[in-house]
């Protein structure tokens, strides 16, 4: 049995997260951190230190703001955590890669199997075409989302860059630029609206071809069993970076 303190207890995902795990016999949510005062089935926090329940691992769907608070707990008690939190500044980025010299981090800014094997997918697919593609990422997501473009969007151009070898540059905003497109970029669009849970769309467009790989998160229900199956995969482990190609590699 895994327990797992759920940071974000009272948002979107940590609702998800503690219906989904209470359907599990594998974990179990010992309590929650949140700056909001829900009422929960489990205790809950407003932050870390007051913390008194024991964990094996943290998982983590809150903000930016509560990742010192977070580090500092999991760091004194020794606990991996699963960072699911997406819109870290680089300092913030910095501080999970020094922690992860000491405890276990999980961090992935999406969780479902499916977009990181497109992630693959896109990876092999510049590999094929090289510069002869150009790269268009379309990312949608609802109303209420704050970052953009998403975490997701970002990992598909991180994943693309890192099999290139001409240094592209991301695009966020064309309507500035008057010139014409270089092979070098990546644009990147992103769409906000309604209750979209979560679609990436990877275009790459040659002469009188496209290739489009499409990802549709249909339910939020997809990351939280990403994120259980995780912080399951990560208690235990030792020191270290791990992220959803660590999960991947179990499977092929
Ligand atoms: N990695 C993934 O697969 C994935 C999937 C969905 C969402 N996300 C990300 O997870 C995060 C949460 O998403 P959500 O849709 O549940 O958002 P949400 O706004 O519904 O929930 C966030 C919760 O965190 C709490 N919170 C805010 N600041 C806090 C702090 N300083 N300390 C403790 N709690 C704090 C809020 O009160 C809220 O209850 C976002 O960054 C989102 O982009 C990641």
Redesign the pocket.
Known sequence: MVNFIM??????????IAEAASQRSDVNLVCG????N?KTDFPLY??FSSITEKADVII???????LD??LAYALEHEVPCV?????YSEDQIAAVDKAAEKIAIFR?????LG?NLLIELSKMASKVFGQDFDVEIVEKHHN????AP???ALMIADGISSVRTDDPEYIYDRHSIRKKRSTNEIGISSIRGGTIV?EHDVIFAGDNEVLTISHQ?QS?NL?AV??INAAAFLAGKPAGNYDMSDLLKERY
């Open positions: 940071s974000g207890a009272c948002g979107r995902m940590g609702k998800v951190v949140d700056v909001a829900d407003s932050d983590d769907f809150s903000n930016p703001a509560a608070g977070l960072l699911c939190t997406t819109g992935s800014g999406n969780m479902s977009i209420k989302k704050i970052d998403s975490g997701t979560g998160a939020r990351f990403g994120a």
